[in-house]
């Protein structure tokens, strides 16, 4: 039973190639976060949306658009794959913030993009 | 925008030393989380600080939250292998509203290593 899954594991492609990742979490959270990962471990929000509403874009070119079907899938689709684009993918969810008080994230196993 | 500094980078010990990591952030801060990623793995959300002076306790790790709510730390005591992975910190700055309210910025993590 896992909780946030992510699909691919791993993806190989060519520059210029597009390229989806999808998302699916069952813990009935309604926000949902897509973060980079780059090879000096640096994690790095990219988008976050709420019940499928887009709450956060983070400088983020317009190569990568998220789509969230609905509150449990949050995808993420890559256009014109480049060399920089490589690196860890992970998608996580949490209950929305309280207030002052977040939850923790539960992040799922990543996917690795390598564009060569 | 919001910046959480975290040091040391990389710490490596022998097996049975005790090991800090410590997060700082020039703001204050509404809350901070910690998270663990083995090496290969995901982070995984270990624990959530709000008050000011905040100390808590899992098992062998100690995570404290400043007075001012400027910075935090993680002690694991008696360091096992089973401890090796990057550490990172996760934070909101107090003044989010709106969109930012759902934003955690992480610190770059520290990297432990135990030597058995």
């Known amino acids: 039973d896992t909780a946030v899954s992510q699909t691919p594991k791993y993806l190989v492609t060519q520059m210029g190639n597009d390229k989806s990742i999808k998302c699916e979490q069952n813990?009935?959270?309604?926000?949902m976060y897509w973060y980079k990962q780059d090879s000096k471990k640096f994690l790095k929000i990219m988008f976050s949306y709420n019940n499928k509403e887009l709450i956060i874009n983070e400088t983020v070119p317009n190569r990568f658009s998220p789509k969230s079907p609905d509150k449990a899938h949050l995808n993420l689709h890559i256009n014109s794959l480049e060399l920089g684009d490589s690196a860890v993918y992970f998608c996580?969810?949490?209950?929305?913030?309280?207030?002052?008080?977040?939850?923790?994230?539960?992040f799922g196993s990543g996917t690795r993009l390598t564009v060569v | 925008g919001q910046q959480v500094m975290q040091i040391p980078q990389y710490q490596h010990v022998q097996e049975g030393e005790d090991f800090t990591t410590y997060c700082n952030s020039s703001t204050t801060l509404s809350n901070i989380q910690w998270y663990k990623q083995r090496p290969g793995g995901h982070p995984v959300f270990l624990i959530q600080?709000?008050?000011?002076?905040e100390v808590k306790k899992q098992k062998r790790l100690t995570f404290q939250f400043g007075e001012a709510k400027k910075n935090s730390s993680l002690h694991i005591t008696a360091t096992q292998t089973t401890d090796v992975g990057t550490y990172f910190c996760a934070a909101k700055n107090l003044q989010s509203r709106g969109g930012s309210n759902y934003k955690l910025t992480f610190g770059k993590g520290t990297l432990l290593t135990v030597n058995p």
């Open positions: 600080l709000v008050k000011s002076g």
């Open positions: 996580a969810s949490s209950p929305p913030p309280q207030g002052r008080l977040n939850y923790g994230y539960t």
């Open positions: 813990l009935g959270h309604d926000t």
